[in-house]
């Protein structure tokens, strides 16, 4: 486990002391702020919760985003430069080299996430909304950057380069938004586990109502899960290929 | 441990190809073609390649050099888990029904679950291993030797990869049916349950429910998406969204005074649920609002029922003694029963003689058979002769 905090404190100090990783922090910032204020609170007469449902549905798509931005470099930018080799010299295992840094990339999109909470608190200055409801938002974000996160990863493992990883982890990502449009076109049980796979559409909707499904987190869980594991997979299959 | 270079060249990955096209045949014939003879035909032809190239590589394993047997063994092994789960997938299929006439289903249905929910698990294990050892193999195919290792780190990979995907969907699957989830919204509006949705499917007289709210009334939104939910189930359920202030007149035929009403009314029956209109007020009544309609249509819905008791020997009295008197009383049996829409509620007494009381909707009476006034009560009169009918069996 040292290993991992090791590695993970160390790309997270490398989030801080490059440009990228403020850029994408300003963005997102800069990005949710105009959004919440043109669509969630430039409207007139609209409950309070659904402008918070609204702020979650903006910055779920700015959170994506910024999670591929922040994982693309993960592993392939090791690879560009030369220095993973170092790193799987070292007396790491795989597993504690793609958690380390998974673990790096999640602590800066929670950071970017939660720093944003000042948007939904100015809510309350005219309307009520329940803290449970902003727990569920949040959980939801966290989450589905998560898994956004940890797809990345499983790209940057599996390019050689950084925008190569960015292409890769985009193409998942929107193969798991969209997959759900196939259930038009598929019979069961097909359709079920196409639309059990949709990413945001049937497993994100009801953290934006601030409802906090298990089987949606076990969801979110799972398929980071298994994204991590295909990317351990894949450094480790540098042995046998 | 190494093997020649002569020996290495042995390796047959176009049987893998085969396998792999074969079963994609099988789900072109099932899932895509679906039915019909060229469903079944696709079917065969993917089902006879995945089995010929299994006894075919097993064939070749037996024959493989010594250093590579290990490696032709994994392959055996995982062809046997993905011919296993064809097989387990054709008798879970149609192929029984029209070959035998029935079906694994009507014969032993726990087996029949037990082989549904195996198979793609076997196929999972039988078939991504099967392209990790081939990518394995690959890498070594202008090596002069086999590297063992290679081989067997790569059919781990692959074995792991498939018990996490099996482990993942496993855990996704029992995560959408628990159906655990908890509402941190700041409405929680209740949806029609089960039971309420239940009810107004079998409505076979009109329901009319009418809302009263403002239109811009935070409570009657949650009111509106609630009814919204209802409206369709039923052709008997008809659903009227109204302001007070605009609608009056339908206001006082229905006897609602002012906004903040839900009034449901089938026949001559009416009832109605009050919601604050200040949103902080309401939330805990919208939360029940589902349990509020459910007893009312559970109410209103019935049929009129006729209930007998026997008061006994003073058992149970019409309203407590005294402060210490914790009895249920038949005040309070009559009002739930009044509640569950009983029309006629007939007790007898053994010292007072006959007791008949007549609830309605909105009344009650009280006749004794000394009293010298009851026989001028016609309903009382009926509900005497009710008596009279099955008096014995109360009294028995």
Known sequence: ?241 | MAITSTEAKQHRADLSIVYGTGMFLVFVGQRIVSSGKLAWALTALGCLGVFSVTVLRWLLARKAPKGDRTGQRALVMLYGFGSASLLAYLLTSDLLLLTIGTSLDRHAPAVNSAIRTSWPALWVVGTLPVASVELAYRSMRRAPVFDQGRLITSLMSGLGVAFALIFASASVYAGRISELSFDLSYFRTAKPGESTSKIVKSLNQPLTITTFFPPTSEVGQEVASYMGALQGTSPFLKIEQLDHGLDPGRGRELGVTGNGVIALTRGTLRRQVALPLEPERARVELRKLDDSVNSILLNITRPARRIYFTKGHGERVFKPIDDTDRRSTISYIKQRLTDQSASFLLTVSNRWGWQIHHVGSQCAYAVSRRHSAWPRHHQSCGALLDVGRYGRRVCG
């Open chain 1, 1 to 241: 486990m040292s290993n991992v905090l090791t590695i993970a404190g160390r790309d997270l100090g490398a989030y801080f002391r490059t440009l990228s990783g403020y850029v994408i922090f300003a963005l997102v910032l800069m990005i949710d702020g105009l959004l919440f204020n043109a669509f969630a609170l430039g409207e007139p007469d609209r409950r309070s919760s659904e402008v918070l449902a609204k702020f979650f549905y903006f910055s779920s798509g700015t959170t994506m985003i910024a999670s591929i931005m922040l994982s693309m470099r993960l592993l392939a930018e090791e690879k560009q430069t030369g220095t993973l080799v170092l790193l799987t010299s070292s007396p790491l295992r795989d597993r504690d080299i793609i958690l380390g840094k998974y673990l790096s990339g999640f602590a800066f999109m929670s950071l970017m996430t939660l720093s944003t909470v000042y948007m939904p608190l100015l809510i309350l200055v005219h309307g009520k909304i329940s803290w449970g409801h902003l727990f569920s938002g949040y959980l939801g974000l966290l989450l589905l950057g998560g898994t956004t996160l940890a797809i990345g990863t499983l790209g940057s493992a599996l390019a050689r380069t950084q925008v190569l990883a960015a292409i890769i982890s985009g193409v998942m990502v929107v193969l798991l938004l969209t997959c759900w449009l196939l259930t038009r076109v598929t019979d069961y049980p097909i359709n079920e586990i196409v639309l059990e796979l949709a990413l945001y559409q049937r497993h994100f909707t009801s953290f934006t109502l601030g409802i906090v499904r298990v089987g949606d987190v076990l969801y979110y869980g799972m398929v980071s899960y298994v994204a991590l594991f295909l990317a351990i997979r894949s450094l480790e299959a540098r042995r046998w290929q």
